[in-house]
Nanobody, 121 residues
Framework: QVQLVESGGGSAQPGGSLRLSCTAS????????MGWYRQAPGKQRELVAT???????TYEDSVKGRFNISRDSGKNTVYLQMDSLKPEDTAVFFC???????????????WGQGTQVTVSS
């Protein structure tokens, strides 16, 4: 059994910052790829950022230069630093981790519970 716990969401003013974290616990041998997604009201869930086990990152165009994804493999944790926040960043943010479990072939993907980010003045 693997559990993901997200934290760090909340409210911010335009131009402000928030930092999200997502930690995996339980039967975790290692973490492969890590990613953050978001879902705004009435919209589909979209990929925001990813980071591989080697540290390579990708970003959705609208967050490039404002968001930074990072990981602490020793803590099985992925972070999303969000700066210069805009009202259009308002959404529920979800982490998605590719977990290698002991005795289980391949990589299993798990979702966090979601954390609300609200940007308004």
């Amino acid at each position: 059994q693997v559990q993901l716990v997200e934290s760090g969401g909340g409210s911010a003013q335009p131009g402000g910052s928030l930092r999200l974290s997502c930690t995996a616990s339980g039967r975790v041998f290692g973490i492969n790829a890590m990613g953050w997604y978001r879902q705004a009201p009435g919209k589909q869930r979209e990929l925001v950022a990813t980071i591989t086990s080697g540290g390579a990152t990708t970003y959705e165009d609208s967050v490039k230069g404002r968001f930074n994804i990072s990981r602490d493999s020793g803590k099985n944790t992925v972070y999303l630093q969000m700066d210069s926040l805009k009202p259009e960043d308002t959404a529920v943010f979800f982490c998605n981790l590719g977990v290698v479990e002991p005795g289980v072939p391949g990589v299993q993907y798990y979702w966090g519970q979601g954390t609300q980010v609200t940007v308004s003045s």
